[in-house]
């Protein structure tokens, strides 16, 4: 009787980082023909067609160290017990940190990180990389002395000690005791002078402000334990590649569970120094428990993604303390894939002009009216592609805010009508009380100005305008109502014979003008910035992606969730507001 052989699961590759060079798997004859260390361990069938013993270790340290040669320009040596990296992995997780930093950490390209390995390993693969193909500076720790003499020695190899401090520390050290050593941050500061001082010399454009997006990671530390590979590997046969590596770099003390819920702890310390913190997970009914241990530390963001590659899938956990920071705009390429979107049909009975243009022109109106951020990637005759994002849910409750406005408006209207009876009659007692007291004003100025004035000194004509004599006569008593000022009689004045207190008097006046325009523009200035930052402080609630296209004759509106506090019910909430605007229209 035989058995039937275990078919092997699917392989993962179109759900790697869409940078991920690896997507597309090596030439392994084209490795074999440039490296005669890797050729030794390839096998050829009749066609030429290259193979390689993935049972060998030293098959895939010979693999490892011509990609890393081929890919990235890294000269790196693994000792023959030690853990040989997964470069699509490494490098899955690595641009995983880059997009963290870029696009939910708004990082600047020009701006340089710091970066910290935990558990760096022999071969020193995250430092090495970060430093030579993201430009970050870099610090990797290390307990073994064998990983760390083998790290180091790669570090000096690459000529990369300026970007990368390898530290040797105490058996499961983590954060506390390493970060926080002054030695340390003062080797680090200078490492990222020499990164300044490098991007100077190439004539790149300095950043200026010291805005450092710091990041650690933990690497060979939690890979899979022992008794969880077994049963992780339930059902789905033997491993294709023969395991390398010591045990203390594939166990941790506690395991994996205990090392990440320690890691976290010692997060909560740093968290003024440290923007974003990562960890690799090897093992997935780990994840529950170490979200558990996460949420209680109450992070102000975290995200947890997969890491997909050939036949192999990992997960990573990334958290921050910094309110600004908005983690869960990175997804994953699975995460999007699987991402299945919400269908509008938009009906032909309810359009008076059935096509994509008609269609978007309604859709934008409605967005408009919502008051959610438009931008608009693909527009053309017969498919439309934009963003959205709302940072208030307008479109709930709609029916109640109209009530409220019209009640509001009433109350307004019969306020008004009031206020506009009492405006009137004190408007028409205050003119008249205006009108007399400017008269009285500037005859007592007049006489004044009389007396005083003589024939020494410069005499300066001031015009002064007063109502005519005959204005009260005209319109009756003091009570009386003026509808206009038709006749004005002007005489000429002296200023005095002091002409150098006037002057001085004027340039008073005309500073006192001048600091009051400028207050005035400074309160100005503030308010805006003051709205500038309240609109930079809105949490963004629901962000997503509107796709208006025609198929087999029909127009649909589909609507894919991105991020965003109010989750899919938020989303759901706005196209059910479209739906009842298509049936019953309320703008």
Known sequence: MTTKAKSLPPKLNK?????NPYRTPPSFKKLATKYPDFRAHCTYDLTGKVFLDFKSPKALRALTTCLLDQDFG???NIPDDRLVPTLPLRFNYLLWIED???HAAHRDSKQTVIGADIGAGAACVYPLLGAKHFRWCMLAT???QLSYTSAQANVQNNNLQDSIIVKMVEKDSIFMGVLDQEEVQTQMMICRSREKQIEDNESLKSCGASNFHTLTSNSQNVEEEMDTMKKSRKDRGEPISAPTGVVHEKVTTGGEVSFISQMIKESQLLKAKIRIFTTLIGTKAHIKQIKKALDATSPSCSVLTEFCQGRTMRWGLAWTYDPSLQLGQVKSKKQIVTNKPLVLMMPRSLM???????AWNMIKKWLHYLKVKVHVFKSTKYFVSANVKAFKPTWLHLRRKKREDKRKEADNRKGDTKLDENNSEKTERTQCDMIYREK???EKEISQEVENGGEEGKMKKLKVCVPDENFENTHGSSNAIPIQLT????CNISAGPNDANSEALTEISESIVEEQKLEITQEKDKQQDLKKCKVERLECILRCNL??????GLISLEAVYLSGSHGKDGLNQLLQFMRNQLTKPVL
Do not use: N, W
Not at 547 to 552: A, E, T
């Open 487 to 490: 006749s004005t009689k002007c």
């Open 547 to 552: 796709q208006i296209k025609q198929s087999g």
């Open 142 to 144: 290390e307990s073994d």
């Open 100 to 102: 963290l930093l870029t």
């Open 352 to 358: 008076t002009v059935y096509s994509v243009t008609a």
């Open 440 to 442: 009285a004003k500037a």
């Open 74 to 76: 890294l000269q790196v």
């Open 15 to 19: 759900f790697m980082h869409p940078r």
